[in-house]
């Protein structure tokens, strides 16, 4: 039987904003660096690098 790995982290290939999977609360939060959020543009509709060559099966 394969194990769903789901992704931990994401990026939108449009504007840089990062997401990192928290696990304590079962949601997406915005990544920061040296303090500072990275939320790239907020009016952006995110397009995610998460895509065909995801694979999110356990090998």
């Known amino acids: 039987m394969n194990e769903v790995v789901p ?3 994401r ?3 449009r504007c840089g904003r990062r997401d990192v999977w928290d696990e ?3 949601t997406w939060r ?3 660096e ?9 009016y952006c509709l995110h397009e995610w690098d998460i895509n ?4 999110p099966l356990a090998e």
Do not use: F
Not at 34 to 42: F, H, S, Y
Not at 52 to 55: E, K, R
């Open 24 to 26: 304590d609360v079962s």
């Open 52 to 55: 065909g060559n995801y694979n």
């Open 11 to 13: 990026t939108c290939e």
């Open 34 to 42: 040296d303090g500072e959020k990275l939320i790239g543009d907020p």
């Open 30 to 32: 915005i990544d920061s």
């Open 7 to 9: 992704p931990t982290e």
